[in-house]
């Protein structure tokens, strides 16, 4: 499994997440990302009105936030960002249709946030 540890988070103020232990993916390529403890983020950044299909908390929430994490960061470039996300959310068994949907929800809306 390319997480390499159970995902242990605490909510914050409104609606953020706090990692309460650092947070550590591999990628296919073999590379270790970690995320820190104590990075906050709102899980998934999902537009209110697409929530009733894609909640913020779901099979993708650790794909999610390795994906806030590598753009808050600006870790490599966006296009590697986005492709980590598609590459962790197969991981965690996200179906093809919600994480094609999802890759291309972050392709075309992204930038504002990188």
Known sequence: MPFLNEMVATPT?????????????????GRIIEIPAG????????PGP???????NG?????AVLHDWLY?????TRADADRL????ME???????????????VR???WLYW
């Open 91 to 105: 991981s965690l068994g996200v179906s093809w249709w919600r994480r094609c949907a999802m890759y291309a929800a």
């Open 50 to 56: 697409a929530r009733w299909l894609f909640p913020v």
């Open 85 to 88: 996300f598609l590459e962790a």
């Open 59 to 63: 099979d993708w929430t650790e794909a």
């Open 13 to 29: 103020t409104g609606k953020l997440w706090r990692l309460v232990e650092p947070l550590r993916y591999q990628t296919n390529g």
């Open 108 to 110: 075309v809306g992204g």
């Open 72 to 76: 808050s960061e600006e870790i490599g």
């Open 39 to 46: 990075f906050e983020c709102d899980l998934a950044s999902i």
